[in-house]
């Protein structure tokens, strides 16, 4: 299958790699130039521009954000010059009304759009391990799932409608930063008890909370290691954002989001918005009163 990548962060560099390992041939491309070089050195090939990583049988895009999707595939028209046909992947945590605008767009374009964003960090996503949420057109998805199915552990269908990904997407990187937040609050509690926070979250994270995203996360916590970043607070700050507008189209409220971004918003304010969302743990101990934070 000849397949295009757009975006090659740590995310999109670890996928491409996964799929060039399973014989794939991969076309590149990114706005800046040294993912590329070091892909091609394993075997894809360098897009000349954004419309010959969009001439193949699927186009996969992981991009960072709404505007960087704007920017890259509609401002400059590249989806509209795309092979008739095309299925395109967007991987990317993107809102739901953009993911409600690309599924039109693409259906006015005649191609295949398909939302698929991952859970997962670079080395998950370097072994084929993701847990990916789809949502398209079934022609589409069955398209694309040759795909999919190399990048993934698990895939979870959501039914035709695209923005249902998102949706699912958003939700569960809420629940991640609120994985966090709760974390860095029950450190500061047993703390302030003289507890030390490696021993309380060991505890927890071993018997009643060994879940993936406390295990991890309560790691770095307890080592803070905050770099290199899986998943930045700027990236996360985001994304919580997103969830609240989401939830502002239906007339919800997410009382949870406003705590999260108000943490995250000191965390950039810190200037330390690269460094991984479990940060956020820092500023949630220094606001319960831990004199610890920034030792």
């Given at each position: 299958?000849?397949?295009?990548?757009?975006?090659?962060?740590?995310?999109?560099?670890?996928?491409?790699?996964?799929?060039?390992?399973?014989?794939?041939?991969?076309?590149?491309?990114?706005?800046?130039?040294?993912?590329?070089?070091?892909?091609?050195?394993?075997?894809?090939?360098?897009?000349?521009?954004?419309?010959?990583?969009l001439?193949?049988?699927?186009?996969?895009?992981?991009?960072?954000?709404?505007?960087?999707?704007?920017?890259?595939?509609?401002?400059?028209?590249?989806?509209?010059?795309?092979?008739?046909?095309?299925?395109?992947v967007?991987?990317?945590?993107?809102?739901?009304?953009?993911a409600?605008?690309?599924?039109?767009?693409?259906?006015?374009?005649?191609?295949?759009?398909?939302?698929?964003p991952?859970?997962?960090?670079?080395?998950?996503?370097?072994?084929g391990?993701?847990?990916?949420?789809?949502?398209?057109?079934?022609?589409?998805?069955a398209?694309?799932?040759?795909?999919?199915?190399?990048?993934?552990?698990?895939?979870?269908?959501?039914?035709?409608?695209?923005?249902?990904?998102?949706?699912?997407?958003?939700?569960?990187?809420?629940?991640i930063?609120?994985?966090?937040?709760?974390?860095?609050?029950?450190?500061?509690?047993?703390?302030?008890?003289?507890?030390?926070?490696?021993?309380?979250?060991?505890?927890?994270?071993?018997?009643?909370?060994?879940?993936?995203?406390?295990?991890?996360?309560g790691?770095?916590?307890?080592?803070?290691?905050?770099?290199?970043?899986?998943?930045?607070?700027?990236?996360?700050?985001?994304?919580?954002?997103?969830?609240?507008?989401?939830?502002?189209?239906?007339?919800?409220?997410?009382?949870?989001?406003?705590?999260?971004?108000?943490?995250?918003?000191?965390?950039?304010?810190?200037g330390?918005?690269?460094?991984?969302?479990?940060y956020?743990?820092?500023?949630?101990?220094?606001?319960?009163?831990?004199?610890?934070?920034?030792?």
């Amino acid at each position: 299958m000849d397949i295009g990548f757009i975006g090659l962060g740590a995310m999109g560099k670890a996928m491409v790699a996964n799929l060039l390992d399973k014989g794939h041939a991969v076309t590149v491309w990114n706005r800046s130039g040294a993912p590329v070089a070091e892909l091609v050195a394993l075997g894809a090939k360098a897009a000349a521009n954004v419309e010959d990583a969009l001439a193949g049988d699927v186009a996969l895009s992981m991009l960072a954000h709404d505007q960087a999707v704007r920017d890259v595939l509609l401002a400059g028209g590249a989806l509209a010059n795309a092979r008739p046909g095309l299925v395109h992947v967007n991987l990317a945590t993107v809102s739901t009304a953009l993911a409600r605008e690309l599924a039109a767009h693409h259906a006015e374009l005649g191609l295949g759009y398909v939302a698929a964003p991952v859970f997962g960090r670079p080395p998950v996503a370097r072994a084929g391990g993701l847990n990916i949420v789809v949502a398209g057109a079934p022609d589409a998805v069955a398209a694309a799932a040759p795909v999919l199915e190399a990048l993934a552990g698990k895939l979870w269908p959501m039914g035709d409608d695209p923005v249902r990904a998102n949706a699912v997407k958003l939700a569960g990187n809420l629940m991640i930063v609120a994985a966090v937040e709760a974390m860095g609050e029950a450190a500061a509690l047993g703390q302030a008890h003289g507890v030390p926070a490696g021993d309380l979250l060991d505890m927890l994270t071993g018997t009643l909370f060994a879940a993936p995203v406390y295990k991890i996360y309560g790691a770095m916590i307890m080592e803070r290691t905050y770099s290199p970043a899986g998943f930045t607070a700027a990236l996360a700050l985001k994304d919580v954002r997103l969830a609240r507008d989401a939830a502002a189209e239906k007339g919800l409220t997410l009382p949870l989001a406003d705590l999260a971004e108000r943490g995250l918003q000191q965390v950039l304010s810190e200037g330390e918005g690269d460094l991984d969302l479990a940060y956020l743990a820092e500023v949630a101990a220094w606001r319960g009163g831990n004199p610890a934070k920034g030792d």
